[in-house]
């Protein structure tokens, strides 16, 4: 089936080496395995099964027509991908749950545009279920048989079949392992999953790897994706360009978000500009000194932000690191109760910050602590156009100190960074990521313990200060190094760490600052911004007219406040709606709450009643925002396949 596809699709594989194509092969055999263990190893385990009747002929039989009607079904998903992958440019996944709910519009539309493609199927599956019944036939019984001359041979004949009955138990143990570390594809710390078929930017070769058996079962475990049809598909699309639009010009009716900035940039030379970004890890602006925290864990934080361009209401997309990187890296909002890292849609071809950045000739790094593979940082750096991934394994462990659970400890993971970018030839583009301030809160030391046990979550505030130390000792490094000069700098937390919050708002408040004292005149900003508004940031600060496509607006040095302000933020069970004055709290059922958090920080006073007009509104451009980003997700149709 792989070999077909690749024939069928042999235009979109023009101008790759035979030897890519033939190593997509190979690194497909791993999907192969885990699908065929997903279909078929309950089957396998059943006909290996350590008691008598498991040889008798009767029952191997009925063993393989319960397997031949289990694999008629994913013969069918085979088929339908085959085709489907025209329409949006990669594997069949969560689409599978739309053909119950419109079983006779597919039927038909098959029967009448695809006659002869469904004539090869009917042959395959003639061809298939041939072979199978042939194989049924040649069946046999393998019931024990002990002859008379092996039973004069030995004294016990019990012992005999003890020594059979423990090695067919052993055999039966040992498939179970085989079985689960195939579908697990390995003994990596996360399981396999479609983000390990891309080991680079071309993505029809990692959509060559995979195969839509391992794409549906995954969804098929994971849930169906959420559908959105709140609203004409021309009404939402007209109302998210609207609340989007930026001094900017939208290319393509297939591709709602995809558009190119029109206006200039207030830096001088802004394209020979360095971007570098902090993801500091758990950083809630309730903690940070620069926001009014009393303890003032943060010195060296709040010491940039005296000159840098502070961002005051600005909100994390989600709450896990996962969500904070995708939406920071590749301006992508927490829409689905599923992730995109680490999900089928990883499949689907993105406008992250790398590869614009690559495109306009950007050297790229991702650097992080943490072990290879660890929440899959390092495939999603690929995807996301990072030329090259720093982890754990890259790291001294004789000089680099870890905290025994994450991974590196910060000080040295900046350290590095910095060695790094010195190396490096300019423009470029680094993503950095903290995880030292993570529970469980170790520190490399008790130099570093500066708040008492009597301070309320002073393990949490230690690591944070830790963090800070770290990150001022880095631009402490910095400031020596010719690139600091000609380098943007954002800091910007990852998520709230999530204790202490009072309310909805306080959970997804966190810090972020633009630094760059030779070009960026310091600044604090009010409005509301979130992380899908990074990347256009940047495209705004480097002046770069490359078509993009993004779920947020980009801020300007001296124009930072655009034509609307919003921030959407999930939990997974409630969005948030943030608009300039108003917090809408809501489901896509029904409004929950209305509260104006600038006069009403602790959201105490719901004024839902009083302007149900105004909350209407706000949750009609929500419903609107959610149902362009989901399907845009799921059609592939957030940016073209490069």
């Not at 010195?422 to 993503?431: L, Y």
């Not at 130390?469 to 709230?496: M, P, Q, R």
């Amino acid at each position: 089936m792989r070999l077909a596809f690749y024939i069928y699709y042999s235009d979109a594989f023009s101008g790759i080496s035979f030897v890519e194509i033939l190593f997509s092969f190979f690194v497909g055999l791993r999907f192969d395995l885990a699908s065929a263990m997903i279909v078929g190893g309950i089957f396998f385990l059943l006909l290996l099964l350590p008691f008598p009747f498991a040889k008798n002929n009767f029952y191997q039989q009925i063993i393989l027509i319960a397997f031949s009607i289990v694999l008629l079904p994913w013969l069918f998903v085979f088929a339908g991908d085959l085709l489907y992958y025209q329409f949006v440019s990669r594997r069949l996944s969560f689409e599978i749950f739309t053909v119950t709910k419109n079983f006779s519009e597919i039927t038909r539309m098959i029967a009448g545009g695809y006659a002869f493609s469904l004539a090869l199927f009917i042959l395959f599956l003639v061809a298939v279920y041939f072979a199978l019944w042939k194989l049924l036939k040649k069946v046999t019984s393998y019931e024990l048989r002990v002859t008379n001359d092996k039973l004069q041979m030995t004294n016990d004949v019990s012992d005999s079949r003890f020594k059979k009955y423990s090695k067919e138990t052993l055999i039966f143990i040992s498939a179970i392992g085989i079985i689960i570390v195939s579908i697990r594809g390995g003994l990596q710390l996360k399981p396999l999953r479609e983000s390990y078929a891309f080991r680079n930017d071309v993505l029809q070769l990692g959509h060559l790897s995979l195969n839509p058996v391992f794409t549906v079962a995954r969804v098929l475990f994971k849930g169906d994706s959420e559908s959105a049809d709140f609203f004409p598909t021309e009404f939402a699309t007209e109302t998210v360009r609207a609340l989007l639009k930026n001094d900017e010009e939208f290319l393509d009716t297939n591709y709602p978000l995809m558009r190119r900035k029109n206006s200039q940039s207030e830096i001088r030379n802004p394209k020979s500009l360095n971007v570098i970004i902090f993801i500091m890890e758990s950083w809630g602006a309730k903690n940070i000194g620069a926001f009014g925290n009393p303890y003032k864990p943060t010195p060296n934080f709040d010491s940039l932000a005296q000159n840098g361009m502070l961002f005051t209401n600005f909100f994390a997309s989600g709450q896990r690191t996962i969500q904070g990187m995708q939406a920071i890296v590749s301006s992508l909002p927490t829409l689905l109760r599923e992730d995109i890292i680490g999900s089928s849609l990883e499949q689907n071809s993105f406008c992250s910050l790398g590869t614009i950045l690559k495109s306009s000739g950007y050297q790229t790094l991702f650097i992080h602590g943490a072990r290879a593979g660890s929440m899959g940082f390092d495939a999603f750096a690929t995807i996301a156009g990072f030329d090259k991934s720093i982890s754990k394994d890259d790291f001294d462990l004789q000089h680099a100190k870890e905290d025994g659970t994450w991974g590196i400890f910060d000080e040295y993971v900046f350290a590095k960074a910095n060695e790094e970018f010195r190396a490096m030839q300019e423009p470029f583009c680094g993503i950095v990521f903290s995880l030292t301030s993570h529970s469980p809160y170790e520190l490399p030391s008790k130099k570093f313990a500066y708040y008492p046990d009597s301070v309320s979550h002073y393990r949490y505030l230690n690591t944070l200060r830790y963090a800070d130390n770290a990150l001022g000792k880095y631009f402490a490094s910095a400031k020596k190094e010719k690139y600091f000069a000609n380098t943007i700098f954002v800091i910007v937390a990852d998520h709230v760490e999530g204790f202490g919050e009072k309310n909805m708002l306080e959970r997804f408040h966190i810090p972020c600052l633009i630094y760059s004292p030779n070009h960026i005149p310091s600044q604090r900003v009010n409005n509301v911004f979130s992380h899908v508004d990074i990347l256009p940031t940047i495209l705004n600060l480097l002046n770069i007219t490359t078509p993009f496509s993004s779920f947020g607006i980009g801020a300007d040095i001296q124009r930072n406040i655009p034509s609307k302000n919003f921030a959407l933020i999930s939990d997974g069970t409630l969005f948030g709606w943030i608009t300039d004055s108003l917090f809408l709290v809501a489901n896509e059922e029904r409004v929950i709450g209305l509260f104006e958090f600038r006069q009403d920080q602790q959201l105490r006073n719901n004024v839902l009643a009083a302007r149900t007009h105004a909350a209407e509104i706000l949750w009609q451009t929500m419903k609107c925002y959610v149902q362009v980003g989901r399907n845009v997700l799921r059609e592939n149709t957030l940016f073209p396949r490069q």
